[in-house]
């Protein structure tokens, strides 16, 4: 099987700085709320110790792929490694197996080009495309741009054949594969172009409330330094005779929530996976109360010395869990009433 032929889409004719993207960029920046912010000439992410990690542990999936010797000190590095390994052997035969393909497009001045980590083509008329994760968050293969972008790439730089992709995402450090796939759209990636250009070229970008929904919030460097200018000594001292500080304060009190809320959860599923996190041990402390799960309601009464139904409370189900039920909807609506609750609307 010969590898891809390096024809690219069409260019455009317009004499423009072309807009480098990389699909794997693109899958972060497409989900940040306010459009993009300060992009010139190319989408780059940021990089930390974690990705430097990854990336190593990508080298060494290609090289035992490749039939190399890759030799890791870690037994648990090398168990995700091997899991990637033999999932990849499972589901394509190494034969027709391309490892870290290079692929490229430019179509209306942006230029899609990227580095996949696997490809195949398991049939004439269908491209497979995998992508190894070795991060502590699960990712699924459903809806993700970077296996439809890089199948578009591919599908086009093989000269219009393929009809079909299909996307596997491999989450080597949760021994799990998900995955994904459809028909080749042959205006997806001008689609997917002109939703760049029109984006970039509004060059939004302000700290917010709306931070707290963004999926690039934990790697955005601008909302996590505006959320650090107020936790400085001093930052919040009389803010209350300035509205205008106060307002940008308050905007940023979701998203400093969020980010410290993930911090935790990132944290604690390290060291639930076996990591250790200096002068941070997982403590144990007494919760409420609760009854024994292996005694039933009679059985708890009975021993303490209460009436059944005393150890009972009733209480009316909720207008949504009575729809949940099958009430009807008309008549809900109709009686059903909603409380005023108070917030703050940004404007």
């Not at 996949?116 to 741009?145: C, P, Y």
């Amino acid at each position: 099987m010969k590898p891809l032929k390096k024809q690219p889409l069409p260019k455009s004719k317009s004499k423009a700085t072309t807009l480098s993207v990389s699909p794997s960029a693109w899958m972060v920046w497409e989900k940040c709320v306010l459009s993009l912010q300060n992009v010139k000439t190319a989408f780059v992410l940021e990089r930390d110790e974690y990705a430097k990690a990854g990336t190593e542990l990508h080298a060494a999936i290609a090289k035992r792929l490749a039939g190399e010797v890759a030799v890791l000190e870690n037994d648990d590095d090398a168990s995700l490694v091997r899991f990637a390994v033999e999932t990849v052997h499972n589901e394509i035969p190494t034969s027709q197996l391309f490892i870290e393909e290079r692929v490229t497009a430019i179509v209306s001045r942006v230029d899609f080009s990227g580095t996949a980590d696997a490809l195949s083509f398991i049939s004439e008329d269908t491209i497979t495309i995998i992508d190894f994760k070795t991060g502590w968050r699960e990712v699924v293969a459903e809806n993700n741009s970077q296996l439809k972008i890089y199948a578009h790439v591919a599908a086009g730089m093989d000269g219009g054949k393929i009809k079909r992709w299909k996307g596997i995402i491999i989450n080597a450090r949760f021994n799990s594969v998900s995955y994904t796939g459809g028909n080749i759209e042959p205006d997806y990636l001008a689609n997917t172009a002109k939703d760049i250009l029109d984006r970039t070229a509004k060059k939004q970008y302000k700290t917010g409330n709306h931070c707290a929904y963004c999926n690039r919030l934990s790697i955005c460097s601008k909302v996590r330094d505006a959320i650090a200018a107020w936790v400085k000594p001093g930052a919040i001292d009389g803010i209350t005779r300035e509205p205008e500080r106060l307002a940008e304060a308050l905007r940023l009190a979701k998203p400093a929530e969020k980010l410290f809320e993930t911090i935790k959860k990132e944290a604690q599923l390290f060291i639930d996976l076996g990591g250790q996190i200096p002068g941070v041990s997982v403590e144990y402390t007494a919760g409420t109360r609760a009854w024994p799960r292996d005694m039933t309601v009679n059985e708890v009464g009975e021993r303490i010395g209460l009436d059944t139904m005393k150890m009972l409370e009733t209480s009316t189900i909720s207008p949504a869990e009575a729809t949940r039920r099958g009430a009807d909807k008309d008549a809900i609506s109709s009686i059903a009433i909603r409380p005023p609750r108070k917030g703050f609307k940004f404007i």
